[in-house]
T-cell receptor, first 109, second 115 residues
Framework: GQNIDQPTEMTATEGAIVQINCTYQ??????LFWYQQHAGEAPTFLSY????GLEEKGRFSSFLSRSKGYSYLLLKELQMKDSASYLC??????????FGKGTSLLVTP | GAVVSQHPSWVICKSGTSVKIECRSL??????MFWYRQFPKQSLMLMAT?????????EQGVEKDKFLINHASLTLSTLTVTSAHPEDSSFYIC???????????FGPGTRLTVT
């Protein structure tokens, strides 16, 4: 998406914590989604934020600041299987998703 | 959880032919279905939004006469790529949501290769 920015690539060590940032600009905002996508597969839902603050779900947490147009996804206790692409997306009023280009995360031993 | 299927999972066709891709919600009624396209190493791009019983809304730059979308029931939407060309080769993914939830569920995708 042209109005969503996230880093292209990140590398982190197994067991560590990584934060993937996302900034967005939109005229109609209906929530911020994070998805995980492995190569050749469809995205799988990780989190949804519509109000400011932190949402925690197991090893994954997501934060949203609407005034700053900013979100991050926090992954704790990284595992090798977490190596994937992480997609930030904002939703319009009809919940159609505008995806960022994705952040490719490599978890190393 | 909600399950969305797509058929076929992959298809190879010759240039100039048409290909139909089906998207089904297996255990819920999908009032809205979305069609996305993903080229290699790029993000998903929304092609169109389809509401049951009404015409699809296409995103700018997507040819509605080339990508025919039908959403005739609450569990089935189809995307037909007409007169396919090699540049239409891509990963096509549908998603579906019911009117009561923000969440949309993605199908496994269909990889189209046009030779």
């Amino acid at each position: 998406g042209q109005n969503i920015d996230q880093p292209t690539e990140m590398t982190a060590t197994e067991g560590a914590i990584v934060q993937i940032n996302c900034t967005y600009q939109t005229s109609g905002f209906n929530g911020l989604f994070w998805y995980q996508q492995h190569a050749g597969e469809a995205p799988t839902f990780l989190s949804y934020n519509v109000l400011d603050g932190l949402e925690e779900k197991g090893r994954f947490s997501s934060f949203l600041s609407r005034s700053k147009g900013y979100s991050y996804l926090l992954l704790k206790e990284l595992q090798m299987k977490d190596s994937a692409s992480y997609l930030c997306a904002n939703a319009d009023s009809g919940y159609a998703l505008n995806f960022g280009k994705g952040t490719s995360l490599l978890v190393t031993p | 959880g909600a399950v969305v299927s797509q058929h076929p999972s992959w298809v190879i066709c010759k240039s100039g032919t048409s290909v139909k891709i089906e998207c089904r919600s297996l255990d819920f009624q999908a009032t809205t279905m979305f069609w996305y396209r993903q080229f290699p190493k790029q993000s998903l791009m929304l092609m169109a939004t389809s509401n049951e019983g009404s015409k699809a809304t296409y995103e700018q730059g997507v040819e509605k006469d080339k990508f025919l979308i039908n959403h005739a029931s609450l569990t089935l939407s189809t995307l037909t790529v007409t007169s396919a060309h090699p540049e239409d080769s891509s990963f096509y993914i549908c998603s579906a949501r019911s009117g009561t939830s923000y969440e949309q569920y993605f199908g496994p995708g269909t990889r189209l290769t046009v030779t």
